[in-house]
């Protein structure tokens, strides 16, 4: 079973909608990703945070999507204003930090995202 | 920047026979190569990884294999049972010059082990 604790597994919004995702890290892992899996299995990757730091994303992150790692709270990822193309399954990860390395990731059960 | 191709997307073997994943890679930089695995309807769980510093490593059934000059790199699934039938997906990550690279992950090969 997965250690890292995402909720919900399904939401279900209507276009222009707010959709908003939580993720639980492996306890004492610094290092927490946002990947996006769509229907063909491409996965493309949003966003990554140290602690409470951004390190990394993507334009579309920026632009649509808000993403925060709070102190003793869940992470999240929001989406100010779904779109069509948004449906697809939200994979949060956590690793520990190895030096240079990411190292293994640690993945959550994912969030299946359907807008309408 | 990296893109990582996984050759098969299906892949059907008896069981006991060996399966093969081939993936290619285009950023000479990469140095990390993990494999993950995912069941249906579940996460992602990782199976075995190798990096640039060698050529092969093995865990038990599983055999990775890393061809630098040829950006490719495999895994060997040797006496394959049931309960290996799984999607799996390949991914690559350049040694960074910032801390923790994001993984560039293939499209996934869905292996099917036929009793």
């Known amino acids: 079973n997965s250690k890292v604790i995402q909720t919900p597994r399904y939401l279900v919004k209507g276009q222009g909608q707010k959709a908003k995702m939580r993720c639980i890290p492996e306890k004492g892992h610094p290092v927490v990703f946002w990947y996006q899996q769509n229907k063909n299995n491409e996965f493309k990757f949003l966003i990554n945070f140290q602690n409470q730091e951004v390190l990394q994303q993507i334009d579309m992150t920026e632009k649509r999507f808000s993403a925060e790692c709070p102190s003793n709270s869940p992470c999240s990822l929001e989406i100010q204003s779904s779109e069509a193309g948004d449906s697809a399954l939200y994979l949060c990860a956590s690793s520990l930090r190895q030096g240079r390395y990411t190292g293994q990731l640690y993945f959550g059960e994912g969030s299946k995202l359907t807008v309408l | 920047g990296e893109k990582v191709e996984q050759h098969e997307s299906t892949l059907s073997v008896r069981e006991g026979d060996s399966a093969v994943i081939n993936c290619t890679y285009t950023?000479?930089?990469?140095?990390?190569f993990p494999w993950y695995k995912q069941e249906a309807g579940k996460s992602l769980h990782f199976v075995i990884d190798?990096?640039?510093?060698?050529d092969r490593k093995q865990s038990q059934r599983l055999i990775v294999l890393l061809d630098k000059k040829a950006k490719r790199f495999s895994l060997h699934i040797t006496a394959t049972q049931p309960e290996d039938s799984a999607i799996y997906f390949c991914?690559?990550?350049?040694?960074?010059?910032?801390?923790?690279?994001?993984?560039?992950f293939g499209q996934g090969t869905s292996l099917s082990v036929v009793p």
């Open positions: 991914a690559a990550s350049p040694l960074a010059s910032s801390s923790f690279s994001k993984l560039v």
């Open positions: 950023d000479t930089a990469s140095s990390y």
């Open positions: 190798i990096r640039s510093n060698v």
